[in-house]
Protein backbone atom coordinates (compact mmCIF):
# COMPACT_ATOMS: atom_id res chain seq x y z
CA UNK A 1 0.00 0.00 0.00
CA UNK A 2 2.86 2.55 0.91
CA UNK A 3 4.41 1.79 -2.76
CA UNK A 4 0.75 2.66 -4.19
CA UNK A 5 0.64 6.06 -2.45
CA UNK A 6 3.77 6.88 -3.69
CA UNK A 7 3.77 9.38 -6.77
CA UNK A 8 4.78 7.89 -9.96
CA UNK A 9 3.84 4.69 -9.14
CA UNK A 10 1.83 2.53 -11.39
CA UNK A 11 -0.52 -0.32 -10.35
CA UNK A 12 -0.72 -3.63 -12.31
CA UNK A 13 -3.03 -6.33 -12.48
CA UNK A 14 -1.48 -8.21 -15.29
CA UNK A 15 -2.86 -6.10 -18.28
CA UNK A 16 -2.02 -6.43 -21.55
CA UNK A 17 -3.05 -2.86 -22.16
CA UNK A 18 -0.23 -1.77 -19.57
CA UNK A 19 2.24 -3.78 -20.85
CA UNK A 20 1.85 -2.89 -24.73
CA UNK A 21 1.39 1.14 -23.35
CA UNK A 22 5.09 0.78 -20.85
CA UNK A 23 6.31 -1.17 -24.31
CA UNK A 24 5.55 1.99 -26.44
CA UNK A 25 6.81 4.26 -24.00
CA UNK A 26 3.41 5.96 -23.04
CA UNK A 27 3.94 5.30 -19.13
CA UNK A 28 6.93 5.62 -16.85
CA UNK A 29 6.26 4.66 -13.53
CA UNK A 30 8.83 5.18 -11.11
CA UNK A 31 7.09 1.87 -9.04
CA UNK A 32 5.40 -1.04 -10.61
CA UNK A 33 2.93 -2.62 -8.00
CA UNK A 34 1.40 -6.11 -9.55
CA UNK A 35 -1.30 -7.44 -7.93
CA UNK A 36 -1.14 -10.96 -9.87
CA UNK A 37 -0.43 -12.82 -6.23
CA UNK A 38 -2.96 -11.11 -3.82
CA UNK A 39 -5.13 -14.39 -3.13
CA UNK A 40 -8.53 -14.41 -3.97
CA UNK A 41 -7.91 -11.76 -7.09
CA UNK A 42 -8.63 -14.06 -9.27
CA UNK A 43 -11.70 -15.60 -8.10
CA UNK A 44 -15.19 -15.39 -9.29
CA UNK A 45 -17.76 -16.15 -6.53
CA UNK A 46 -21.81 -16.13 -7.44
CA UNK A 47 -23.52 -14.79 -4.27
CA UNK A 48 -26.76 -14.54 -3.86
CA UNK A 49 -27.69 -10.67 -5.60
CA UNK A 50 -24.44 -10.07 -7.90
CA UNK A 51 -21.99 -12.04 -9.58
CA UNK A 52 -18.17 -10.56 -8.23
CA UNK A 53 -15.20 -11.01 -10.30
CA UNK A 54 -12.02 -10.63 -9.11
CA UNK A 55 -9.58 -8.07 -10.75
CA UNK A 56 -7.11 -10.24 -11.73
CA UNK A 57 -8.97 -12.47 -13.41
CA UNK A 58 -8.22 -12.79 -17.18
CA UNK A 59 -10.99 -13.11 -20.11
CA UNK A 60 -9.38 -16.50 -20.73
CA UNK A 61 -10.15 -17.95 -17.70
CA UNK A 62 -14.21 -15.75 -16.86
CA UNK A 63 -15.15 -17.42 -20.29
CA UNK A 64 -14.86 -21.00 -18.36
CA UNK A 65 -16.28 -19.80 -15.43
CA UNK A 66 -20.19 -21.69 -15.08
CA UNK A 67 -21.60 -18.79 -14.02
CA UNK A 68 -21.13 -16.69 -16.83
CA UNK A 69 -23.56 -18.59 -18.90
CA UNK A 70 -26.34 -17.01 -16.94
CA UNK A 71 -24.88 -13.15 -18.84
CA UNK A 72 -25.05 -14.20 -22.42
CA UNK A 73 -24.03 -10.60 -23.26
CA UNK A 74 -20.70 -11.14 -21.76
CA UNK A 75 -20.23 -14.28 -22.50
CA UNK A 76 -20.94 -13.42 -26.00
CA UNK A 77 -18.23 -10.28 -25.67
CA UNK A 78 -15.69 -12.35 -24.23
CA UNK A 79 -16.14 -14.88 -27.04
CA UNK A 80 -15.40 -11.50 -30.10
CA UNK A 81 -12.18 -11.18 -28.19
CA UNK A 82 -10.50 -12.73 -30.90
CA UNK A 83 -6.86 -12.75 -30.37
CA UNK A 84 -5.67 -15.50 -27.76
CA UNK A 85 -2.75 -13.26 -26.31
CA UNK A 86 -5.44 -10.45 -25.56
CA UNK A 87 -8.02 -12.80 -23.89
CA UNK A 88 -5.27 -15.01 -21.91
CA UNK A 89 -3.28 -11.51 -20.55
CA UNK A 90 -5.71 -8.89 -20.51
CA UNK A 91 -7.69 -8.68 -16.80
CA UNK A 92 -10.76 -7.24 -15.50
CA UNK A 93 -9.19 -4.83 -13.37
CA UNK A 94 -6.84 -3.40 -16.10
CA UNK A 95 -10.64 -3.22 -18.54
CA UNK A 96 -11.29 -0.66 -15.91
CA UNK A 97 -8.36 0.69 -15.43
CA UNK A 98 -7.47 1.49 -18.55
CA UNK A 99 -10.83 1.36 -20.92
CA UNK A 100 -9.94 1.75 -24.70
CA UNK A 101 -10.77 -0.76 -27.74
CA UNK A 102 -8.59 -3.37 -26.17
CA UNK A 103 -11.25 -3.81 -23.69
CA UNK A 104 -14.26 -2.57 -25.98
CA UNK A 105 -16.19 -5.49 -26.37
CA UNK A 106 -16.25 -6.45 -22.02
CA UNK A 107 -16.48 -2.95 -20.93
CA UNK A 108 -19.82 -2.46 -23.40
CA UNK A 109 -21.02 -6.00 -21.80
CA UNK A 110 -20.42 -5.10 -18.19
CA UNK A 111 -21.99 -1.87 -18.72
CA UNK A 112 -25.14 -2.91 -20.01
CA UNK A 113 -24.95 -5.01 -16.59
CA UNK A 114 -25.22 -2.33 -14.67
CA UNK A 115 -21.50 -4.10 -13.47
CA UNK A 116 -20.03 -1.98 -10.65
CA UNK A 117 -16.20 -2.84 -10.65
CA UNK A 118 -17.07 -5.56 -10.62
CA UNK A 119 -19.67 -6.73 -9.17
CA UNK A 120 -22.79 -7.96 -11.68
CA UNK A 121 -26.25 -8.27 -10.54
CA UNK A 122 -28.02 -11.43 -10.60
CA UNK A 123 -29.75 -11.92 -13.75
CA UNK A 124 -33.17 -12.72 -12.49
CA UNK A 125 -35.65 -11.81 -15.63
CA UNK A 126 -33.30 -10.27 -17.36
CA UNK A 127 -31.99 -11.35 -20.98
CA UNK A 128 -29.40 -9.75 -23.01
CA UNK A 129 -27.37 -10.35 -26.24
CA UNK A 130 -24.22 -9.05 -28.05
CA UNK A 131 -23.22 -8.75 -31.40
CA UNK A 132 -20.32 -7.02 -33.39
CA UNK A 133 -18.78 -6.75 -37.05
CA UNK A 134 -15.28 -7.01 -37.38
CA UNK A 135 -12.85 -5.96 -40.18
CA UNK A 136 -11.99 -8.86 -42.87
CA UNK A 137 -9.54 -11.58 -41.61
CA UNK A 138 -11.11 -11.49 -38.24
CA UNK A 139 -9.30 -8.49 -36.94
CA UNK A 140 -10.25 -5.20 -35.61
CA UNK A 141 -13.31 -4.59 -34.55
CA UNK A 142 -15.79 -2.18 -36.48
CA UNK A 143 -18.24 -2.26 -34.08
CA UNK A 144 -20.05 -3.79 -31.17
CA UNK A 145 -23.75 -3.39 -29.38
CA UNK A 146 -24.59 -5.16 -26.24
CA UNK A 147 -27.97 -4.91 -24.82
CA UNK A 148 -29.81 -6.33 -21.58
CA UNK A 149 -32.93 -5.79 -20.65
CA UNK A 150 -35.87 -7.03 -18.27
CA UNK A 151 -39.31 -7.64 -19.07
CA UNK A 152 -42.44 -7.82 -16.49
CA UNK A 153 -45.85 -9.76 -18.17
CA UNK A 154 -43.96 -8.68 -21.49
CA UNK A 155 -43.05 -5.33 -21.42
CA UNK A 156 -39.54 -3.91 -20.63
CA UNK A 157 -38.89 -2.76 -17.17
CA UNK A 158 -35.28 -1.56 -17.78
CA UNK A 159 -33.13 -1.66 -20.91
CA UNK A 160 -29.50 -0.80 -21.59
CA UNK A 161 -28.37 -0.96 -24.80
CA UNK A 162 -24.45 0.06 -25.15
CA UNK A 163 -22.00 0.67 -28.07
CA UNK A 164 -18.51 0.18 -28.12
CA UNK A 165 -15.44 0.17 -31.20
CA UNK A 166 -16.36 2.71 -33.19
CA UNK A 167 -16.05 5.23 -30.23
CA UNK A 168 -13.29 5.71 -27.73
CA UNK A 169 -15.08 4.04 -25.02
CA UNK A 170 -18.56 2.37 -24.71
CA UNK A 171 -21.27 4.79 -25.02
CA UNK A 172 -24.93 3.81 -23.62
CA UNK A 173 -27.49 4.40 -26.33
CA UNK A 174 -30.30 6.10 -24.14
CA UNK A 175 -32.52 7.65 -26.59
CA UNK A 176 -33.15 4.44 -28.39
CA UNK A 177 -33.58 2.88 -25.34
CA UNK A 178 -36.49 5.30 -24.45
CA UNK A 179 -38.01 4.28 -27.36
CA UNK A 180 -38.46 0.74 -26.38
CA UNK A 181 -38.94 0.83 -22.25
CA UNK A 182 -42.37 0.03 -21.48
CA UNK A 183 -43.15 -1.26 -24.42
CA UNK A 184 -43.64 -5.49 -25.54
CA UNK A 185 -40.76 -4.52 -28.17
CA UNK A 186 -42.52 -5.46 -31.74
CA UNK A 187 -41.07 -4.69 -34.97
CA UNK A 188 -42.46 -1.45 -35.35
CA UNK A 189 -40.96 -0.17 -32.10
CA UNK A 190 -37.68 -1.15 -33.13
CA UNK A 191 -37.73 0.54 -36.36
CA UNK A 192 -39.04 3.61 -34.38
CA UNK A 193 -36.30 3.29 -31.85
CA UNK A 194 -33.32 2.49 -34.60
CA UNK A 195 -34.38 5.65 -36.27
CA UNK A 196 -33.70 7.65 -32.56
CA UNK A 197 -29.83 6.49 -33.41
CA UNK A 198 -29.34 9.75 -34.82
CA UNK A 199 -30.35 11.43 -32.17
CA UNK A 200 -27.77 10.28 -30.25
CA UNK A 201 -24.60 12.37 -29.80
CA UNK A 202 -21.61 10.36 -30.55
CA UNK A 203 -18.10 10.90 -31.39
CA UNK A 204 -16.46 8.36 -33.60
CA UNK A 205 -13.14 7.32 -33.93
CA UNK A 206 -10.76 9.22 -36.24
CA UNK A 207 -9.01 6.00 -36.96
CA UNK A 208 -9.68 4.07 -38.89
CA UNK A 209 -11.15 6.40 -41.73
CA UNK A 210 -15.02 4.92 -42.11
CA UNK A 211 -17.82 6.82 -43.74
CA UNK A 212 -20.11 7.97 -41.20
CA UNK A 213 -23.48 6.71 -43.00
CA UNK A 214 -22.24 4.08 -43.74
CA UNK A 215 -21.28 3.14 -39.91
CA UNK A 216 -24.21 4.53 -38.52
CA UNK A 217 -26.02 1.72 -41.05
CA UNK A 218 -24.04 -1.11 -39.58
CA UNK A 219 -25.23 0.24 -36.01
CA UNK A 220 -28.41 -0.02 -36.94
CA UNK A 221 -28.05 -3.55 -38.29
CA UNK A 222 -26.28 -4.78 -35.35
CA UNK A 223 -28.94 -2.94 -33.05
CA UNK A 224 -32.09 -5.05 -34.75
CA UNK A 225 -30.35 -8.10 -34.48
CA UNK A 226 -29.56 -7.93 -30.84
CA UNK A 227 -32.89 -6.62 -29.80
CA UNK A 228 -35.17 -8.86 -31.84
CA UNK A 229 -32.68 -11.94 -30.15
CA UNK A 230 -34.32 -11.09 -27.15
Do not use: W
Not at 170 to 182: D, H, I, T, W
Amino acid sequence: LRLIQQSGSQVLVGDQAFVSQLKKGYLSPKAVVSLKNIPNFSKVVQEQTHLVIGATTTYADLAKEQAISDYPVLSHALAAVGDPHTSNNSTIGGAFYFGGNLHGHVLAALFALDARAVHIPAPGAGVSAYEKMSFLGGGRTICGVAVALEKTAGTVTDIRIVLTGSTDSPVRLEKVESVLLGTSITSDQVEAALEKLKDEVLTFQSEPVINEAYLRHLIKVLLKKSIIKL
